[in-house]
């Protein structure tokens, strides 16, 4: 279910669907609901706004045995559908790359593990990516697997790919069940991580 709330009047790419016009400021809207019958993401996930398309990207899963989702579907309020952007990967897939950090999808497509990440998770506009800044944990799957290095994970929505920010070769700070905000006055991505806060600059290589 997509609930929308504008806070200055008219929000999200509204010219594009009359419906968004009349959406009232200060007062959350159903707006839309999917199709069981299509897909039902389970709890966990994250959502963030692309402010340069005017649409919503949501990933993460509940991965107790539910739902082990790792794909980024795409929400466009203008025709009111979702977009797959690459199917989901199954646990066989799970693996550790060369420096120890947990890695799945096929060999040709890297993708992060299926993973809760609340809200850690931002839209950075200067780089025009999605930034996961949780990490996989609750996910049994990954036990045997033996990850010993976490990872920030950049999407790169333009090319559709993931990467591993590198962070100078550093530990990325732990995200897991925590929260991250895009301050666009600053251009810089903050992080909320067990009572700790860390900044990544859009401009910058490392946390």
Known sequence: MILIMTVYGTGIHAGANPRLQTIPANEWVRF????????????HAGVVYDSLRGTLLMFGAETHGRDNDNSVREFDPATETWTQHAPATGSDTYRRDASGRCIAG?????????????????????????????????NPD?????????????YDIADREWNIFPNNGEPPPTAFAQAMAYDEVRETTVLYAKRTLAELPSTADAW
């Open 142 to 154: 990954l036990d045997s697997v033996f990850c010993n290095r976490l990872s920030t994970w950049i």
């Open 106 to 138: 096929p060999p040709d497509y890297l993708q992060p593990p299926a993973m809760h990440t609340y809200d850690a998770m931002v839209y950075d506009p200067v780089r025009d990516v999605m930034i996961v800044g949780s990490t996989p944990s609750h």
């Open 32 to 43: 839309h609901v999917a199709d069981a019958a299509d897909w039902y993401r389970k709890p």
